[in-house]
T-cell receptor, first 114, second 110 residues
């Protein structure tokens, strides 16, 4: 697609429920990143995918967080047993290839855990 | 690992004045430094970037300077306009990842 597409744009859930957030990167972009942005804060790295290589999961805050990328394109970030501290905007970004390439962000998915 | 600091955290300027935001990084292996602008409710958008083999880059009212020896880089916005009001993030590309500064909230007062 023309840009990075994320869905849903807004998600309100109850504490303890599981949520899935979806990212559709720019067509042909092999690098895909997930970041978390808490209210008024900076961008916290979560996970990085590059082509068919094993993902860099070093930023995932707990084992309740996981992500997959099917067919090297669409990615899904899953948060199990959500907690109130998981409330944040989850941003996805993609880039053309590995290395220092231009990173293009989606509009984000705002998650609110009640 | 890499650490990026950014100052100031908030900046208010009068319309037409210049704004400068400064970032420092810790690892000399970082080689690419983008700047992003984030408006309310939107994702960050790239406004300018610089690679480590260049000292300065300019695009209309926006410029970025890089001092590799001191490990700092700065964003300069001239002739500021109300639409420049946003949060600005600097970043350093390190390893396979982008490390972001904490952001600067710029307000341009009419």
């Amino acid at each position: 697609g023309a840009g990075v597409s994320q869905s849903p744009s807004n998600k309100v859930t109850e504490k303890g429920k599981d949520v899935e957030l979806r990212c559709d990167p720019i067509s042909g972009h092999t690098a895909l990143y997930w970041y978390r942005q808490s209210l008024g804060q900076g961008l916290e790295f979560l996970i990085y995918f590059q082509g068919n290589s094993a993902p860099d999961k070093s930023g995932l805050p707990s084992d309740r967080f996981s992500a997959e990328r099917t067919g090297g394109s669409v990615s899904t970030l899953t948060i199990q047993r959500t907690q109130q501290e998981d409330s944040a905007v989850y941003l996805c970004a993609s880039a053309q290839g590995a290395g220092a390439n231009v990173l293009t962000f989606g509009a984000g998915s705002r998650l609110t855990v009640l | 690992g890499e650490n990026v600091e950014q100052h100031p955290s908030t900046l208010s300027v009068q319309e037409g004045d210049s704004a400068v935001i400064k970032c420092t990084y810790s690892d000399s292996a970082s080689n690419y430094f983008p700047w992003y602008k984030q408006e309310l409710g939107k994702g960050p958008q790239l406004i300018i970037d610089i690679r480590s083999n260049v000292g300065e880059k300019k695009d209309q009212r926006i410029a970025v300077t890089l001092n590799k020896t001191a490990k700092h880089f700065s964003l300069h916005i001239t002739e500021t306009q109300p639409e420049d009001s946003a949060v600005y993030f600097c970043a350093a590309f390190y390893g396979q990842n982008f490390v972001f500064g904490p952001g600067t909230r710029l307000s341009v007062l009419p």
